[in-house]
């Protein structure tokens, strides 16, 4: 009987000991946020500013700003969620951020295995006027992530964070900065829920 008990007390205990482990195993220790911008003039750079200062308000999270052509294959491939920025160039993302998403093939060889699959995206984009193309340049880049078979997601505005920065505009105001603040919370809340539940 004192035998029987002790075998039961032993094995409540390997087992207590076995499903901590493995929940300690699932619990992740940290989220990483890659935050790739192109900016010839700033604007789009105080934008990403913003999305680093939001995305590092989530406990946990580590944040990695690049400018696009900076970004390496282990920063693509390490990050959880990437958010790209881009000014407006004739209504569409810039030449710059178009060969960064290009270069995901040529450089980082990101298909036919999509490498990228699941990762969370998001986009923000600055534009000298009013109603000139930044909701098409974040569109395009999220459609470049669908492409890529990643998880999209908004915050701060429908299709992510915007600023218009010309005519009468001050550059990137306290709204514009908060919705680029918005973005990076939201960005990562997603990818810490994301990888809690893988
Ligand atoms: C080649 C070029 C094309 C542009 N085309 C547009 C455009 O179609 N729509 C728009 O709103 N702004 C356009 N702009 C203005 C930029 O989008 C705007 O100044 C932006 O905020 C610049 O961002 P940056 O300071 O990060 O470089 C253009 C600027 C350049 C240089």
Known sequence: MRQAFL?????AGLLAGWMGAASAAEA??????????HSATGHTE?????VVEGAARIPGTKVVLKRVGD???GDLFSADAVVVGSPVYWSNMSGDVKKFFDDWQFKFGVFPEFKMRNKVGAAFATGGQVS???EVTMLTILAAMLGNQM???SGGGAFGASATTEGDSPGIDDKELASAKELGARVAEVAWMI???R
């Open 7 to 11: 075998i039961g007390f032993l094995l």
């Open 28 to 37: 992740p220790a940290s989220v990483t946020v890659l935050v790739a911008y």
């Open 46 to 50: 105080k934008m990403a500013q913003g």
């Open 71 to 73: 970004v390496a294959a």
């Open 132 to 134: 000139s193309g930044k």
């Open 151 to 153: 998880i999209v997601v």
């Open 195 to 197: 990888k809690r539940g």
